[in-house]
């Protein structure tokens, strides 16, 4: 399964990416709010070569304001990408407004992701519009009240046999994760919270502990 990051902090970016776990990162409005930056005032090749020089092959970013204009921020994250040796991933809600404006956005030749997925439904329409990835919110959805697990189960089956990825987000616990794993879904994104507790493991620290204390 591959790895992503979900954070919008390059402090993140720094201290993570260099672990060597992380294919790449994922961005949103709200991450970048959180990181303290204006999503509509970010300087794109900048932010593409911060990620390039922490090692991200890929960095998905989200189209944002009037959909109409969304094929022209696509173009310019393809493009920054591109000048900048990541790939693009451009990530478009699942919303019919931003749906229709997908063919458009396609038709540029990058990758695409549909995000906000709330309901195994909507893997057939990432199937039918030849999305690269599909990222289904499982805690959020949990937090609704919904088997998010379950709709992960059939959309895992649904976009099986295509080339849509389910790229699992929302995740809350390195737990969670492994129960993703476990049912079979191509990839994964997740916050610095969940990659600290991945990466922790208080009996290899003892065992490790161990193995250090009986060098003299």
């Known amino acids: 399964m591959f790895l992503y990051l979900d954070s919008a902090k390059v402090s993140d970016w720094a201290e993570l990416m260099p672990v060597g776990i992380f294919k790449g990162i994922t961005t949103n409005p709200l991450l970048a709010d959180r990181a303290g930056l204006d999503y509509a005032r970010i300087d794109w090749p900048a932010l593409f070569a911060q990620a390039h020089a922490v090692g991200a092959a890929e960095l998905h970013a989200q189209v944002y304001g009037d959909p109409s204009g969304y094929a022209a921020w696509a173009e310019n994250l393809y493009t920054a990408g591109r000048d900048n040796g990541v790939t693009a991933v451009v990530k478009v809600p699942l919303v019919e407004p931003a749906l229709r404006q997908f063919s458009t956005i396609k038709a540029l030749g990058g990758k695409t992701l549909l995000t906000a997925c709330y309901d195994a439904k909507q893997a057939l329409l990432a199937t039918a519009l030849g999305a690269d990835y599909l990222a ?61 507790e991945l990466l922790a493991d208080e009996n290899s620290i003892t065992a490790w502990r161990d193995f250090e204390a009986t060098i003299r």
Do not use: W
Request: glycine letters at 8%.
């Open 136 to 196: 289904p919110y499982l805690g959020r959805m949990a937090d609704q009240g919904v088997d998010a697990f379950e709709h992960l189960t059939q959309m895992n089956a649904i976009t099986k046999q295509g080339t849509c990825q389910v790229l699992a987000a929302s995740i809350r616990s390195a737990t969670d994760l492994v129960r993703i794993a476990a049912l079979g879904t191509p990839a994964a994104t997740f916050g610095a919270k969940v990659a600290h």
